[in-house]
């Protein structure tokens, strides 16, 4: 059995420090615009942020690799797509200084708390159009990771030995969801979308150790596009993560954008909300503005993404300043 965390201080760890429940810190589709029903898009993702909490002020790094995705065509109505992204990141590091009472003696010790790993949602997708106004599609998602998760007890009297216990943590799930996507006339679309996931069970040796329902989500977008080289984009999601258990919260964001521009269009967007797990007794509120631009080669069939993205998250008594640059490719054949 793993040394017990500390719910209060585990603020100095994961992804998100919003991210301190066990179940980790839900991921995210990134931004991009959808050029084809054929081809493949994946990117590379560095991040950078401050965190304060009580006037104390971290710094810390992290790269992911968020998201890939393949498609083609079958047929002139039909497209598939094979595609995966971070569903729930648990990569964390806790340091935590204490004393306990031994023999009489106040015995002063450090705790580390490590968890290495994370959830990943692999989705196999089915598109197809009616006409020329509308179109669906759905998909099957497949949810699967594992952490490898390290607690190690150093005391300070040399004497006492260094306990170290290792455990790996499996986790699965599934989910399925659907959307359509309608032309309103011309330059002007809207979609809407719903997901339905079931639980997340954690196994380690083959026990089952927790299980956490997953939340549902719906959401919509508006696209306007007066012309061919301009584009206005706005879209809202809600997610019920309240269903995770106490100290989770419901969720609703909103992000809107624009592109100008065909062979090097330039973009720009906010995007603001709530977050699932927090410190206190209400949801944190995030709040970010991004600008990039895009370079198309080949005629169109290979096309590379630089993104910048400031990102502040807000909460009782903890403030998170990112920085996170995005770049990406797209090819299709």
Known sequence: MLLPGYPATRLAAQDSQYGIRSIGTPGRWESVQSRSTGGAFGPFDPLCRDVELEGTTTALRDTRFPLMSVATPVGR??????????????SWDVVVRDSIMVRNELER???EISSDGGVADVRFAIASRIGRRVAFGGAVHLLAGSTRETAVRRWDDSTFRTVLQLGTVSYNGYGVSGSVLMAIAPGLSIAGWARADNELRGKMGGVTTETTNLPRMAGGGVLLAPSSTVRFAA??????????????????SWSAGGE??????????????????GPGLTAPTEFGVAGGIGRAFAQGRAVIDLGVERLQREGDGLTERVWSVLVGLTVRP
């Open 77 to 90: 109505r039909v497209a598939i797509a094979l595609g995966f992204t971070t569903y729930l990141d648990k």
């Open 109 to 111: 010790y450090t705790d």
């Open 235 to 252: 879209s809202a999601a809600w997610r019920t993560w309240s269903r995770a258990g106490a100290g989770a919260f419901n969720t609703v």
């Open 260 to 277: 100008i521009g065909r062979s090097m269009p330039l973009r720009f967007g906010v995007r603001g909300g709530q977050m699932p797990f």
